[in-house]
């Protein structure tokens, strides 16, 4: 019974999303998109793994900051919005086509590539290594992550910061590249920078967050040439081919990480089993079990009580800027859930950070705040002629939205300082090209129905 009350709820999830969607016109506004995703990191690890228990009410808490941030998209006129965005025709997204996007997108993939390697190379590692001994060298790397005993490295926060750029850069860039090989050529080396972090770190985080991230570029240029559908073919296309690299450089890192040493077959697929299962469905019975303790119900874990820590793990960049000498593991979190030989994880999703740095109620007044930010954020794209910060804030929006089953990304100042960056590649780039434009764009379309 808890376990269908715990799908009811995922579904109530997607419910909201799809009324959010029906009122703005779009899949693609905010309240509908995280929706979406939380329907996904919800139902799928409910219903895959239908024995492992869950606490509904963790559920239900999900879908009440879910619904907290689509009322967000309440107080704004959607059919105007979407009707002057209609005028941009299908020619916007070729103002990303400049030299200078060009540039900074090969500049940044060499870039992180280049800080990459030489930050194998100050932990100790040594080219010879790399190439014949990558095994060794990445368990060897993984050790020391999980030691916390890496040299802290100026070259892995500039390269990571550089991974980000490259991918978004390369979704703008994806719709005006007319050949197959150019837009194949455009997704490897979007994601060659996570892949070698992933190969020879055994770190598989960057390489789905860069993928999120060009999906939102790609978006926000189909948007802005009035391309509203989620589900399109130009949309389906890239991401089969982004997933069908992904998979097997993941179950490579998880063979570098030392499953590879296990030579009985069977022993292989179900330890291979688990790190999937692990990694794709844990988040949720993690937070859920943290929920269950936290509000006196039964759980695996005991867990440490902290109090109320007024914001520190949303945005734990920013209090470390302010001074805040709290020191948090590698993970986050070092508390472990555990299901069996099913389930084993460290990721207790963004919900227990929000609920540790502003209560329950407190968290689903900080989504209704950030539902309508980042509303007021998507409306402004939508308006805006050549959007430049509202389009920054809609590409690292999907991330956020995509690393919340993990923690929360606004943790993290290279995150800060990737959204500058961007912010301002795309600023100049609206500045050079704004002087080509005739003096108003036609009209294309009217305004679609938002009720459609």
Partial sequence: ???????????????????????????????????????????????????????????????????????????????????????????????????????AFYLATLGSVTFAVLNLLQQGFSPHDLVFDLKASAA????????????????????????YMGPVLGGLLLPSTGTRAGRAR?????????????????????????????????????????????FDAAIVRPVVLSLSLLLPIVVSSFLLRGLGDIEDGGLLLSTLRRYLASYAFGHLYAFSDWFSYTFGGHSVLAYNYEGVTFGFYTFSSLFRMMGSEKVVPHGVFDDYYAYGDVLTTNNFTMFRGLILDFGLF?????????????????????????????????????????????????????????????????????????????????????GPDPAR
């Fill in 186 to 230: 455009i997704v490897v080396l979007s994601l060659l920078p996570p892949t070698i972090v992933a190969l020879t770190q055994t770190s598989k985080g960057l390489l789905f967050l860069c993928a999120a991230l060009f999906l939102a570029g790609l978006l926000a240029v189909r948007m802005e040439e009035g391309k509203l559908g989620l």
């Fill in 1 to 103: 019974m808890a376990k269908f009350l715990s799908l009811a709820f995922s579904l109530l999830i997607l419910g909201q999303a799809y009324w959010v969607r029906r009122r703005v016109g779009t899949w693609l506004c905010p309240g509908a998109l995280f929706g979406l995703f939380w329907f996904g990191y919800t139902f799928f690890p409910l219903a895959v793994l239908y024995w492992v228990p869950a606490n509904p009410a963790s559920i239900a808490f999900i879908f009440l900051c879910a619904s907290a941030f689509s009322i967000g998209s309440l107080p704004f006129d959607w059919t105007s919005a979407l009707a002057e965005n209609a005028r941009k025709g299908n020619g916007a997204g070729q103002a990303y086509n400049t030299l200078l996007v060009w540039a």
């Fill in 362 to 446: 407190g968290a689903a007044l900080f989504m209704l705040v950030a539902g309508l930010l980042f509303h007021l954020a998507f409306r402004s794209m939508l308006v805006s002629r050549r959007p430049a910060f509202s389009v920054a804030v809609f590409v690292f929006m999907v991330g956020l939205f995509y690393n919340s089953y993990i923690i929360s990304l606004l943790g993290w100042n290279r995150t800060y300082a990737a959204f500058a960056m961007l912010w301002a590649i795309l600023q100049v780039n609206r500045w050079t090209t704004e002087a080509g434009d005739p003096p108003d764009l036609a009209p294309r379309v009217s």
């Fill in 140 to 163: 060897a790397y993984a050790a020391l992550l999980y030691s916390e005993t890496l040299t802290d490295s100026m070259y892995d926060r500039v390269g990571t910061v550089l991974a």
